[in-house]
């Protein structure tokens, strides 16, 4: 497997799972280990940015987009935060992630020649997010509109 493959393939499935992460959460399915999880997966793909494409220096990263950097190191820190904070905290640091997140991912495979093939990808997980989130909650869920995990009530 090639770096780019491994780096880029680490950045899909990082904006798939805060995709999934972020519309659970709109409608109310929280889960604090499926954070964490976009977080680990997320770290590797900027682990790999900073060693594969930019060979861990910041003015080359700068170089090629201050945009990006901003939108790359911004998102990181609130997916941090986001794996650290409780609720309700958590959940406004993944909307604002996956916000983020979508500034830079969906613009970027059509101004790189090289992430060109994530074009279909991207633009297809965030189409389908997008539609998901725009669902109404459903109504008749019961006495417990609020769900979460073991470990959200564990962080709380």
């Known amino acids: 497997m090639s770096n780019d ?10 904006f798939a ?10 409608h109310r399915r929280r889960s604090a280990l499926l954070t964490r999880l976009v977080a ?6 900027i682990l790999c940015v900073w060693a594969f494409r930019f060979g861990w220096s910041a003015a080359a990263m700068w170089e090629k987009s201050p ?11 609130t997916l941090g935060l986001a794996s650290i904070v409780s609720e309700p905290h958590r959940t406004r640091c993944v909307l604002a992630a996956f916000a983020i997140v ?8 059509f101004r ?33 509109t609020e769900r979460s995990t073991s470990a959200d009530a564990a962080d709380a």
Do not use: K, Q
């Open 5 to 14: 493959a491994l780096t880029f393939g680490l950045s899909l499935a990082a």
């Open 112 to 144: 790189y020649d090289e992430i060109a093939w994530m074009r279909a990808p991207v633009v297809g997980i965030f189409v389908a997010a997008a539609a998901v989130m725009l669902l109404p909650n459903r109504a008749n869920r019961g006495a417990n």
């Open 40 to 45: 680990v997966v997320a770290a590797a793909h």
């Open 17 to 26: 799972l805060l995709a999934l992460d972020a519309t659970r959460r709109r």
């Open 67 to 77: 945009f990006a950097f901003v939108v790359f190191h911004g998102a990181a820190a």
């Open 102 to 109: 979508c500034a830079g991912a969906v613009p970027a495979p």
